[in-house]
């Protein structure tokens, strides 16, 4: 059989824009982990608030159903900063009053309670939008959806889709991503932040507020998750109390894989988590007829296990020796 | 915090309330009394009209997960995410080899000795076991929280598995039915009969505390606690780590097996949503309210958790919807109890942790895995000491009568 490579491209597509958006929650996890060695299990819910929060925000700001580019431009900007100013000080208060607490027990007590603050906050998403999938306000009109940008902007022959909604996933994710690694490494804070995830004590010697920089961690991790929220509620237009454990796992296996505690580490690994989806979700049909997006959870839990026994220290990470 | 844990620190005093069963008379009255509550328990359920059978049948089968998660938890103090896996797999063995609509039944390769219950359920127990081994076999040297987290892993990929592998398992059809036991003189296991079904079960949890507690007190038991104490002090001492760790995998998942085939033969059915995660974290929740390390503690938790879970959460929807339109909430009048479970678990695990990481009913030597780190050393050295001192006498008469 021929290698089909346009539906080979329209996944590839597909992947990145999964890819960005998991690689945005992927940091989350990895700031946090690299800082204070823990697995915030809540992360991916607190993803998921973020992106209930974009709902709530947007239906609120109002819908206008003729509304022109700039409106929709102005609406959604709004509503993002607004996810991501609430998941960042959710993720904040968590830390403030569950993991703080918790900070000279052994490793895991804090885990555990993050799986407690994750099911309470499914519980909460239940509460706030029910326990079936929500429909988000009607905030990007179905035939600016589907503008495809190589054959509505550029003119060009091809079977190939490229939505400028895809445009805008990526987008959006690379300030993001620049904007981090901008504070990690020229900032005064991300100086501390660094210092702080090599050794806490020396830190706290040298002066650093560690409480303080652990927050900020929290803080900038959940910024980060907010922004995914915002964008998976609206790229993939449906939102469901459950879907920060499934992103949120997926996300995860990309900080691991990449090297955890590692930034660039998680953006590689979001990409290729990213990749491995779509292809899965819906190329590797064309050749294997059985297969279908129902095994993908099964292959990317699989790479989870895989990494996790054979590689933990990931793709970038570097292996540190455990402290005994 | 730190003063609670201190106080229950390490030391070699094996004194605990774990040790063997009643010991002194009151304790024999309190337990026989409790044993003959339970047994009692289906009259009274008749006679006041409670109808709680259909209920305790899933809370007794809560109570043998527990137990067996506490030998993973909190004996060996390693935290396994997946136990549902092993549950499940448990499930679909019997249901592989008891029931008429499965593949392999069909295709004639099941002895018709495997065809009938209990041999089905010991071949449960034992395909669990195998299971767990292989998956611990190369995670357990993992830390802590990777372990935890491979375990999550496994335990998704297992019901997807039993979900999407479709002419394996029927998918979504699930299986059934499922095998009964055999009639023992006046006592019929069909669906109807609940009763007989509660009292199976009962037996099946004691000879589970009695065994879990013969094995706390055994060589591995004590292997199991030194690992959770400190892993390299008990490297130190000549204990093997990777077999012991094994060990207490293997018999929790051979554990969670069992009740998974038990679970199927009392609900004649095995369907890939049984075995979410949910469950496991409701048994972790059971485990970690009721006390880490302590058999009656997991099963107390268990009851508890399960009373919320299968009880409450019917009984309460109605009542508070009514009392919700007469004061006018539209949110407390349509509001279904059933969903408060994430909120209950998740609390009863960030409580616990913040408030009491022993649990309602710490055992006395509690996982330390659970306790703040040693990061300062002179005080919790000081006060091991101190505790020796303290309890010198005790602790000779342990080394003299137990530590052979």
Redesign the interface.
């Known amino acids: 059989m021929e290698f089909n490579w346009t539906l080979f491209a329209q996944y590839l597509i597909l992947g990145v824009t999964n890819g960005a958006l998991i690689a945005l929650i992927a940091l989350g996890y990895t700031l946090v982990y690299g800082i204070v060695?823990?697995?915030n299990f809540a992360h991916g819910e607190v993803f998921m608030m973020g992106a209930f929060l974009s709902l709530t925000a947007v239906s609120a700001f109002g819908v206008l159903s003729n509304a022109g580019w700039a409106q929709i431009a102005l609406i959604s900007l709004l509503a993002l900063l607004a996810a991501m100013l609430f998941s960042g000080v959710l993720n904040w208060s968590i830390d403030r009053v569950?993991y703080r607490?918790?900070r000279?027990?052994?490793?895991?007590?804090?885990?555990?309670?993050a799986?407690?603050?994750?099911?309470?906050?499914?519980?909460?998403g239940?509460?706030w939008k029910g326990?079936t999938t929500v429909l988000p306000p009607n905030l990007i009109p179905t035939d600016v959806r589907s503008v495809n940008i190589l054959t509505d902007w550029l003119g060009l022959e091809t079977r190939i889709r490229f939505r400028a909604l895809d445009l805008a996933v990526i987008l959006l994710t690379i300030p993001l991503l620049l904007g981090l690694s901008w504070l990690v490494y020229h900032t005064r804070t991300g100086k501390a932040m660094r210092a702080v995830a090599q050794d806490r004590g020396a830190a706290a010697l040298m002066g650093i507020d560690v409480n303080r920089t652990i927050a900020i961690a929290f803080l900038v991790g959940g910024v980060l998750a907010g922004a995914a929220g915002f964008i998976a509620a609206y790229y993939t237009n449906t939102a469901r109390f459950q879907m920060g454990?499934r992103y949120g796992?997926f996300a995860?296996t990309a900080a691991?894989l990449g090297g955890i505690g590692n930034l660039n580490g998680a953006v590689l690994g979001g990409l290729i988590i990213g990749l491995v989806w779509s292809m899965s979700d819906g190329f590797l049909q064309t050749y294997i007829s059985w297969w279908g997006a129902?095994?993908t959870?099964?292959i990317i839990?699989?790479v989870?296990?895989l990494v996790?026994?054979f590689k933990?220290t990931g793709l970038l990470g570097e292996a540190v020796p455990?402290k005994? | 915090?730190?003063d609670l844990a201190r106080t229950q620190t390490i030391g070699g005093r094996s004194t605990s309330a774990d040790v063997a069963a009643p010991r002194s008379r009151r304790d024999i009255v309190v337990f026989g009394a409790i044993l003959i509550f339970l047994i009692a328990f289906p009259f009274i359920d008749q006679r006041w009209e409670l109808r709680l059978m259909g209920a305790l049948l899933p809370i007794g089968i809560y109570a043998v997960l527990a137990m067996g998660l506490n030998i993973v938890v909190g004996y060996a103090?390693l935290?396994d995410?997946g136990y549902a896996a092993f549950f499940a797999i448990g499930a679909y063995t019997v249901g592989f080899l008891t029931s008429p609509s499965s593949v392999f039944v069909r295709a004639g390769v099941v002895p018709p000795f495997f065809q009938q219950f209990w041999p089905a359920l010991i071949a449960a127990f034992i395909v669990a076991a195998v299971f767990g081994v292989l998956l611990g076999a190369?995670?357990l040297r993992?830390?802590?929280?990777?372990l935890?987290?491979?375990t999550?892993?496994?335990g998704?990929?297992v019901p997807?598995?039993f979900?999407?592998a479709v002419p394996l398992t029927g998918g979504t059809r699930g299986i059934n039915p499922i095998a009964k036991p055999p009639t023992l003189g006046p006592f019929d296991f069909g669906q109807t009969a609940q009763r007989n079904w509660y009292w199976l079960i009962l037996g099946i949890g004691l000879v589970s505390i009695f065994i879990i507690l013969r094995l706390y007190n055994s060589r591995l038991g004590r292997s199991w606690q030194a690992i959770r104490e400190d892993e390299?002090a008990a490297a130190s001492m000549g204990i093997n780590l990777t077999r012991t760790k094994l060990w207490a995998f293997a018999l929790g998942a051979s554990f969670s097996g069992f009740a998974g085939s038990l679970f199927s033969a009392a609900f004649q059915y095995v369907h890939p949503s049984q075995f979410e995660?949910t469950l496991s974290?409701l048994v972790?929740?059971a485990v970690?309210l009721g006390g880490i390390g302590n058999v009656y503690g997991a099963v107390i938790g268990a009851v508890l958790i399960g009373s919320f879970d299968r009880i409450l959460a019917e009984r309460l929807t109605v009542p508070l919807n009514a009392l919700g339109e007469r004061i006018g909430s539209d949110w407390l009048a349509s509001h279904n109890v059933g969903?408060?479970?994430?909120?209950?678990?998740?609390?009863?695990?960030?409580?616990m942790?913040?408030l009491r990481?022993g649990g309602l009913f710490p055992s006395k030597q509690r996982a330390?895995?659970?306790?703040?780190?040693s990061?300062d050393i002179s005080v919790q050295e000081q006060q091991d000491l101190f505790d020796v001192l303290q309890h010198d006498d005790e602790l000779s008469d342990v080394r003299g009568g137990q530590v052979a």
């Open positions: 060695e823990l697995i569950v607490r918790l000279s027990a052994p490793r895991l007590a804090p885990l555990i309670a799986i407690g603050v994750s099911f309470i906050l499914q519980g909460i239940i509460y326990s454990f796992l995860f691991v129902q095994w959870p099964l839990f699989g989870l296990v996790m026994v933990p455990e005994v | 915090m730190a103090g935290l995410l190369p995670t993992l830390r802590g929280d990777y935890a987290i491979v999550l892993g496994f998704e990929i997807n598995f979900l999407n390299l995660f974290i972790l929740s970690i969903e408060d479970r994430y909120v209950v678990f998740g609390l009863a695990l960030v409580l942790m913040l990481p330390a895995e659970l306790q703040p780190d990061e």
